[in-house]
């Protein structure tokens, strides 16, 4: 017994210990969870959008991503210099240049090897033009938009889906019908958009060589 009795107190000591860092740790985990689930979007409007189209237009993509679980964190720029955090995107609103691909709606730019994009340019007047042709509410139009080419950069990619958000051809018609099933991101897109946030995390914090 007065051997036992030490042991057993030690023993209940380092379970105290143990419990403790294994809330800490879960603690942290939690908060890096919380931050890596969080896109930061930088957006620079040389359109001209309305406002009451682009408050709609930040609901309406903050809707489709928090169904894929990731935060969107919405910063207007007049012009911002500070060098791009790792959770932040660029989202560019502009006429539809010359080269523009017909019928494009936007494009991000991807770098493939890394799997990771930060910059996506959305055709504003193309959205409204399209929006204007389906009788259908030109914000919401550009919310979508915008929340597509948001999951190519966090995913890393340019493929498409055959079907939901991120198909590569949208119409009028959908548009008319309006089907929910259409508009919204796959469990795995979702899944593969909060790796790209952990990945660009992960890379931030590697020490420089």
Do not use: K
């Not at 051997?3 to 740790?25: D, F, K, N, Q, S």
């Not at 989202?91 to 936007?106: D, E, F, K, N, Y």
């Not at 259409?182 to 914090?205: F, H, I, K, N, P």
């Amino acid at each position: 017994d007065l051997v036992a009795r030490p042991l057993i107190e030690m023993a209940r000591t380092v379970a105290v210990v143990i419990a403790g860092v294994a809330g800490t740790l879960l603690s942290q985990a939690l908060v890096f969870a919380s931050v890596t689930n969080q896109a930061v979007v930088r957006t620079y409007d040389e359109f001209g959008v309305a406002p009451r189209e682009l408050a709609t237009a930040i609901e309406t993509a903050r809707a489709i991503l928090s169904g894929a679980a990731i935060d969107l964190v919405w910063h207007e720029c007049g012009r911002c210099d500070d060098p791009l955090g790792p959770s932040e995107l660029i989202v560019r609103i502009v006429r539809t240049p010359p080269q523009a691909g017909p019928g494009s709606l936007g494009y991000s730019l991807i770098d493939v090897q890394q799997r990771s994009g930060s910059l996506a340019t959305l055709f504003a007047n193309r959205v409204e033009s399209m929006a204007a042709t389906a009788d259908f509410d030109p914000g919401v139009l550009l919310g979508r938009t915008i929340a597509h080419e948001i999951a190519h950069l966090l995913i890393g990619t340019t493929e498409h889906s055959a079907h939901g958000l991120m198909r590569a051809q949208w119409n009028t018609r959908e548009l008319q019908h309006d089907l929910q099933p259409e508009w919204v991101l796959s469990r795995d897109e979702g899944t593969r958009m909060r790796r790209g946030l952990v990945a660009r995390a992960q890379r931030s914090r590697m020490p420089e060589m």
